[in-house]
């Protein structure tokens, strides 16, 4: 279907943001990285053969959710069998227009188990990795980052999927 | 979560993003990216449409083999189903002014005392 539109369909999530967090009367605006270069690794295997693993925002139930989402705990845990939910609350997400009750819709464990069994990649890893959206973008940078990477190489990870809620 | 990425790519891993703030994550710049135009809470398809996660994901596969460059951004063919969503999110209007500047105050002091806690 064909519209017609005097904006852009797409919602800026930096505008919208920066206004409503004016409105609650917060003076200064986050600052946004923004980064001229991208790197780029091809992917080395034929998919067939990576084993895939997963990275989510969400938080663990025990920690995230006993402490409101303020721990931010970056941590790994078994992949199967997927956990039945994972905490939330704490992030940045439309709660109005949606839920985040089935955890595929967010942290796809059992599409990409599917994925495997159906031979189109190699493997899951057995485990799945958490990075809380954190404020801070060097804890993000100089914690989170080099720990996710040390886990993925543990498990012998190829690629990976970074589903951001 | 984009900052993650940039990371795990550049120490040799091939990594996609599934996201719906396109413009948070091709601010921030990443090697390949999913975009699916939902609100924010399902990347990766609508709860419980399974063949609509399938779908996604399997986007998201194919997308490490085949992009050629980075900031190679995807987006899947489904929409919501309807558009309120765009405006009614973190919306900021004369009938909501007042609530919001207050609950400002609230949680700047849930966190003062949460920190002092700690």
């Known amino acids: 279907m064909n519209r017609r539109r005097a904006y852009r369909s797409f919602v800026s999530y930096i505008d919208r943001s920066r206004e409503y967090y004016a409105a609650q009367g ?99 890893s057995p485990r799945f990795y958490g990075a809380p959206t954190d404020y801070s973008q060097m804890r993000t940078m100089n914690e989170a980052a080099p720990q996710v990477l040390e886990w993925c190489r543990q498990d012998g990870i190829d690629a990976v999927l970074l589903p951001a809620l | 979560m984009s900052l993650v990425a940039r990371h795990l790519e550049e120490n040799g891993l091939t990594t996609v993003v599934m996201g719906s703030a396109r413009d948070i994550v091709e601010e921030c710049g990443v090697t390949r990216f999913v975009f699916t135009d939902f609100p924010l809470g399902n990347p990766c398809g609508k709860p419980w449409d399974v063949e609509m996660q399938r779908s996604i994901v399997g986007t998201a596969l194919d997308l490490l083999t085949r992009a050629w460059m980075p900031r190679t951004t995807i987006q899947t063919p489904f929409s919501w189903g309807n558009d309120d969503w765009r405006d009614a999110f973190m919306r900021v209007d004369d ?14 002091r849930f966190q003062s005392e949460a920190k002092k806690q700690k």
């Open chain 1, 26 to 124: 917060y003076s200064q605006p986050y600052t946004w990285l923004q980064n001229q270069e991208v790197p780029f690794t091809p992917l080395r295997k034929l998919l067939t053969q990576c084993r895939v693993g997963l990275v989510t925002t969400a938080g663990r139930e025990d920690i995230e959710g006993a402490t409101y989402g303020l721990t931010r705990e970056f941590y790994a845990m078994p992949a199967n069998p997927a956990p039945t939910g994972l905490y939330t609350g704490h992030l940045f997400w439309d709660k109005e227009a949606t839920h985040t009750d089935d955890l595929d819709s967010f942290l796809p464990l059992n599409r990409l188990a599917e994925f495997a069994a159906e031979g189109h990649i190699g493997s899951v």
């Open chain 2, 95 to 108: 009938s909501n002014r007042e609530a919001l500047a207050q609950e400002g105050e609230e949680r700047r």
